[in-house]
Antibody, heavy 116, light 108 residues
Framework: EVQLVESGGGLVQPGGSLRLFCATSGFIFSDHPMDWVRQAPGKGLEWVGRIQNKGNSYSTQYAVSVKGRFTISREDSKESLYLQMDSLKSEDTALYYC???????WGRGTLVTVSS | SYELTQPPSVSVFPGQTARITCSGDALPKKYAYWYQQKSPQAPLLIIYDDSKRPSGIPERFSGSSSGTMATLTISRAQVEDEADYYCYSTDSSGDYVVFGGGTKLTVL
């Protein structure tokens, strides 16, 4: 069974940092590009960024809204995905999902709230 | 930045056919995917590679793509199909992923 479990969300002040984690199982993690996707309360899905697999040099791409502030990394040996979020803004408040979007593998998300 | 455009809402009566469109300049070259989301659940992939259906997705869901428009068709719509539907694709480089704004389907 495919499982993706996000953790690390919480309440953080504007300008602060947070690191999200995604533990996976049930599929060959190292084969797949991995995405972070977020959804603000009552809003639509917004792609945050992607990290490619080893064969594509672990290259990363980010949405314009987070580029320069967020960093995606992965650890294939641990089948884990990470999202380092710095210089957080109130508009980053959302439920953050890790996903293999082309396969339909999603976690349940972890909530990040940026507020003073 | 690249955008995919969907209508905000679509309404049909039970048993009718619902069509949800998604327009984007790169769609002639890039596959479209469709997700269904019933809050507060995670999104569910219902169409991939323009027109393929994952196992377990009812046959009444189908997808097509022509030119700069992809279309999700829900035949014989049921009340349980009420949900938000999102198209998803990449820009022409393939590097940047984008979701459409979402379409709220109401089955009256």
């Amino acid at each position: 069974e495919v499982q993706l479990v996000e953790s690390g969300g919480g309440l953080v002040q504007p300008g602060g940092s947070l690191r999200l984690f995604c533990a996976t199982s049930g599929f060959i993690f190292s084969d797949h590009p991995m995405d972070w996707v977020r959804q603000a309360p009552g809003k639509g899905l917004e792609w945050v960024g992607r990290i490619q697999n080893k064969g594509n040099s672990y290259s990363t791409q980010y949405a314009v809204s987070v580029k320069g502030r967020f960093t995606i990394s992965r650890e294939d040996s641990k089948e884990s995905l990470y999202l380092q979020m710095d210089s957080l803004k109130s508009e980053d408040t959302a439920l953050y999902y890790c996903a293999v979007t082309t396969k339909g593998y999603w976690g349940r998300g972890t909530l990040v709230t940026v507020s003073s | 930045s690249y955008e995919l455009t969907q209508p905000p809402s679509v309404s049909v009566f039970p048993g009718q056919t619902a069509r949800i469109t998604c327009s984007g300049d790169a769609l002639p070259k890039k596959y479209a995917y469709w997700y269904q989301q019933k809050s507060p659940q995670a999104p569910l992939l219902i169409i991939y590679d323009d027109s393929k259906r994952p196992s377990g997705i009812p046959e009444r869901f189908s997808g097509s793509s022509s030119g700069t428009m992809a279309t999700l068709t829900i035949s014989r719509a049921q009340v349980e199909d009420e949900a938000d539907y999102y198209c998803y694709s990449t820009d022409s480089s393939g590097d940047y992923v984008v979701f459409g704004g979402g379409t709220k389907l109401t089955v009256l």
